[in-house]
């Protein structure tokens, strides 16, 4: 189940790289990518007989996990992806953890070790590595690598407030719902607004069946993804993380034809290498 869902969370990078590939922009792939995660969660819950209302008091909250949960960090991977080769995306996205421990002792939720320091270190070498001249094919590309390591960091965010916080007593299949229907309410008007709303009713081809693909694929995968943690612990699942960016770049070199430098190689085993020294021991706790 870990190879499973580790790559079908690795198969949406490329995927995202083939929805921007014939000029599709931001704002109307997020909205249709959360409007068909509504509607394909929504069944799920019905059919489990689980609620669909948001509790008026929390819409604070689904507006939050909506805003850096998706709508910030996906307008900045989708413009990453239209410089950057999809497997390199994928590389930092796997920044989350490093970038999560120094969030988390700020906010006083985990603890300082010379080793998780270690990890950190290992892993920003590793950026100093994808950022070389030569480690992408072109040079200029280099100026996109910031606004991809901006998702992580949105998602590093994300995963210590809810650490820090909680869910105010909300499943996290609930929390998902929610905030991808609140990231479909914001997403339409700025789609529309923007000039980026995307017409289903337009001659189909690889993008817009990619965009499908991917909602789908995350709604699937996420559910899974609750469920191991539920049967094999947090601590278990989160190696999941090492699974994701290794298919994410297996799939894009399937999918792409996508071919890396060895400074592209060699960076995506430092930040592995990091993700390991960052990532909480077995007796430790992860957040929920």
């Excluded at 499943?171 to 609140?182: R, Y």
Aim: overall charge neutral; hydrophobic content about 55%; proline content about 7%.
């Amino acid at each position: 189940m870990l190879l499973v869902l580790g790559s079908g969370w690795g198969i949406t990078m490329p995927l995202a790289k083939i929805a921007v590939s014939e000029g599709y922009q931001p704002f109307g792939l997020i909205f249709w990518q959360q409007a068909i995660g509504v509607v394909a969660l929504g069944l799920i819950r019905v059919v489990q007989k689980k609620p669909i209302t948001l509790p008026p008091k929390l819409l604070w909250f689904f507006l939050l996990i909506a805003l850096i949960g998706t709508l910030i960090p996906n307008s900045f991977s989708y413009q990453a992806a239209i410089h950057l080769p999809a497997g390199v995306v994928a590389v930092l996205i796997s920044l989350v953890p490093l970038l999560a421990f120094p969030i988390a002792l700020g906010l006083g939720i985990d603890r300082f070790t010379g080793l998780r320091l270690l990890g950190i270190v290992t892993g920003g070498v590793g950026v100093i590595l994808l950022v070389q001249p030569d480690s992408l094919p072109d040079p200029a590309m280099v100026l996109w690598v910031p606004v991809a390591i901006a998702a992580p960091f949105c998602y590093a965010c994300e995963g210590n407030i809810v650490s820090k916080w909680g869910t105010h007593g909300l499943g996290p299949g609930h929390v998902l719902f929610g905030a991808s229907l609140i990231g479909a309410i914001l997403a339409l008007p700025l789609a529309i607004s923007t000039g980026q709303f995307i017409d289903p009713r337009t001659d189909w081809g690889p993008p817009e069946y990619a965009i499908i693909l991917s909602a789908l694929v995350h709604v699937a995968v996420y559910t899974g993804y609750v469920w191991l943690i539920g049967w094999a612990g947090s601590v278990f699942a989160a190696q999941i993380a090492y699974v994701v960016t290794g298919t994410g770049v297996i799939w894009s070199m399937i999918l792409l034809s996508e071919r890396y430098s060895g400074w592209v190689w060699a960076a995506m085993l430092l930040i592995l290498a990091g993700m390991a020294l960052v990532q909480p021991r077995q007796k430790e706790t992860l957040a929920p």
